[in-house]
C-alpha cells in the first residue's frame, strides 16, 4: 500500500492527515480500461506556467494562513435565501 511517513509518500506528494492510503493494486487497476477519448489536439493553456508562479508567490507571502477568495455571487437555496460560496 501507498503509506505515509512524515506527511509524504514514496513520490515526495505531501499527504494530508485526511488522506488514506490507496492499494498499489488498485492504483494500477483505475489506469486501465478506459475508452479511447475522441478528443484530439488537447494542448495545455499557455497561463498554467504563470499561475502556478502567482500562487507560489502568494503562499511565500502568507505562509500558514488560509486565504479565501470569493468566486461568485449569492446563490438562491431552497427559494428562500442566498447562499455564499466560500
Given at each position: 500500500?501507498?503509506?505515509s511517513s512524515n506527511n509524504n509518500n514514496e513520490k515526495g506528494v505531501e499527504v494530508?492527515?485526511?488522506d488514506i492510503p490507496v492499494a498499489d493494486a488498485m492504483t494500477e487497476f483505475m489506469k486501465e480500461?478506459?475508452?479511447p477519448s475522441p478528443l484530439t489536439g488537447i494542448t495545455a493553456h499557455p497561463s498554467i506556467p504563470y499561475t502556478k508562479l502567482r500562487r507560489d508567490k502568494l503562499s511565500k507571502q502568507y505562509?500558514?494562513?488560509?486565504?479565501?477568495?470569493?468566486?461568485?455571487?449569492l446563490k438562491v437555496r431552497s427559494?428562500?435565501?442566498?447562499?455564499k460560496y466560500y
Open positions: 500500500m501507498n503509506s494530508r492527515t485526511h480500461g478506459w475508452a505562509v500558514g494562513k488560509r486565504l479565501i477568495f470569493p468566486s461568485g455571487s427559494n428562500d435565501l442566498g447562499f
